[in-house]
């Protein structure tokens, strides 16, 4: 989507630079985007795909195709390219379908957000393993590391200590790896989501699939590993019997409480990233949206289209720092509480700590 | 719809994918990494309490050095000051000494000049009457040289002795 606001400010320029004939000619060229379908556009880039598109020059689509993997009575592998050949076509929503009987195959395609997903799992891997390496070469009781090493330490040790630490409490080293993984997963996928060209932009964490994982990942940690106080509390809670024994009120209550929890974790990423794209996707549309309105209005509009990209850019660099730090950091706190001890020794004993 | 219906396939390979992330980086990455963080943190703990132990020891070396100056200063003035009336005492004794020895000596002169002087005297008195009796011998000599006054003597001298006999008769 920011390769459509390089092309914005690209156009801004032109406008401010060019003597006004010149810019009478822009007219028509953006005019010939006229038709200019906002949801298409929209859609189209927060969506998953089947190829991964790069650009367009001229009204000729450049993208990359990615294999499809299908199991319908068997197992297909296809160039989405050669989509047609095979007997499947895109249904409305963009899913592929059986073109004879419209119904969808089992899937498991490399789309668009799988593929981009292999290549930040791998950026993630290589960037960690490199910090790791790091130590298995130096001496960590001599020297501090520099330079990326050093950048990584800083936030490996902010998660831990700022999060996981505060938020697990006891046994904290049992649950680092994962939520420490977590982190950097969303931390790292956020950030490639504003990246505006290939290996980025891709719109992963704002994806429900992805958010749905990491939140059944918290639930599995919180529920599997929760201690007797936790289930007693939930089961049993210390409230006024007639609320839980002929009707089980309170369990029902808290029940559904296990559930909201990581739900809540799945929504939170999933509509804070999607609403960032969105809302820069519609920042930058303006250029296209005023291009009928004469070059007065759609240059000055540009002018004020950019500007706000450049703010929401900087305001989603923050949310995407904010969003990996409050899932960890949420993770982490509910863990804490699915484990925390049932006497009152336990509290004061952190308090002597 | 599509946004918010989770895909299946995009869920699979994400399970797949974050499994083995997750796996990979739990095993050779964190761990270690955060193993090694905590190890260096103690071991900087660890540095600092010892800094502050051994600066702790040099300062109560320092003081004990500098007890040590203070006594060796003081032990210093009180021997300076035994030297001090010691050698006092020693030219006192001396002068003492060379006093009583030089009194002692000038006695001894004295008592030498004294003998001397009395040696000297009894000489000359000795010599004196050498000489009256030479000169008497000389006056008599010339006083005798004629008869008459020989006579005159001799008369006198039984006169005197007559005088004298008498007497004692």
């Not at chain 1, 089992?106 to 790091?134: E, G, Y």
Request: one cysteine or more.
């Amino acid at each position: 989507m920011y390769r459509i606001k390089g092309l914005g400010i690209l156009l801004a320029a032109l406008l401010l630079l060019f003597p006004p004939t010149l810019r009478a000619e822009e007219v028509p060229h953006a005019g010939a985007d006229a038709s200019f379908d906002l949801n298409h556009y929209i859609f189209g880039h927060i969506g998953d795909a089947y190829e991964w598109h790069i650009t367009t020059i001229r009204g000729h689509h450049i993208s990359i195709p990615l294999p499809c993997i299908v199991f319908d009575g068997g197992l297909h592998v296809f160039s989405s390219h050669k989509m047609a050949e095979h007997g499947y076509t895109l249904n409305e929503n963009g899913k592929l379908v059986n073109a004879a009987t419209g119904k969808r195959p089992f899937d498991i395609s490399i789309t668009k957000n799988v593929c981009s997903l292999i290549l930040s799992s791998i950026l993630l891997v290589v960037l960690v393993l490199l910090t790791a390496r790091w130590y298995r070469r130096h001496d960590a009781m001599k020297e501090a590391p520099r330079g990326f090493p050093g950048l990584m330490e800083m936030l490996i040790t902010m998660v831990t200590d700022d999060i996981i630490k505060e938020g697990v409490g006891k046994d904290w080293e049992k649950y680092a790896p994962y939520l420490l993984t977590a982190f950097f997963f969303i931390f790292l996928n956020n950030l490639l989501g504003i990246v505006p060209f290939f290996p980025g932009g891709a719109n992963l964490t704002g994806n429900i699939a992805v958010t749905l994982f990491l939140a059944v990942c918290t639930f599995l940690a919180v529920n599997l590993f929760g201690n007797k106080h936790y289930y007693k509390d939930i089961f049993w809670p210390e409230v006024p019997t007639w609320l839980k024994v002929p009707l089980p009120l309170m369990p029902f209550i808290e029940i559904i409480g296990m559930f909201t929890k990581p739900f809540s974790l799945m929504v939170r990423l999933f509509a804070n990233i999607l609403a960032g794209h969105i809302m820069l996707l519609g920042v930058v549309a303006v250029v296209f949206i005023t291009a009928k309105l004469g070059p007065v209005i759609n240059g000055s509009m540009s002018v004020i289209s950019v500007l706000f990209g450049v703010f929401m850019d900087i305001l989603e660099l923050l949310v995407a720092f904010i969003q990996a730090y409050v899932f960890t950091m949420l993770s982490s706190v509910f863990i804490g509480l699915s484990r925390q001890e049932p006497e009152h020794e336990t509290k004061q004993i952190e308090t002597t700590k | 719809m599509s946004l918010i219906t989770p895909d299946f396939g995009l869920l699979f390979w994400m399970t797949l994918i974050f499994a083995i992330v997750f796996f990979i980086l739990a095993k050779f990455g964190f761990p270690l990494i955060t193993g090694m963080v905590k190890k260096r943190s103690e071991h900087i703990e660890q540095s600092l309490r010892d800094a502050e132990q051994a600066q702790k020891a040099l300062k109560e070396l320092a003081e004990e050095q500098k007890r040590m100056i203070e006594e060796t200063r003081k032990e210093q003035a009180r021997i300076l000051n035994e030297a001090a009336v010691n050698g006092d005492r020693i030219v006192q004794e001396a002068r003492e000494q060379a006093r009583t020895q030089t009194t002692a000596m000038i006695e001894q002169a004295r008592e030498e000049i004294r003998i001397e002087r009395d040696t000297a005297r009894r000489e000359i008195a000795d010599e004196v009457a050498m000489l009256s009796v030479e000169v008497a011998e000389k006056l008599l000599r010339r006083q005798l040289d004629s008869t008459s006054s020989q006579n005159a003597l001799i008369d006198r001298l039984i006169e005197e002795a007559r005088a004298k006999h008498g007497q004692v008769n």
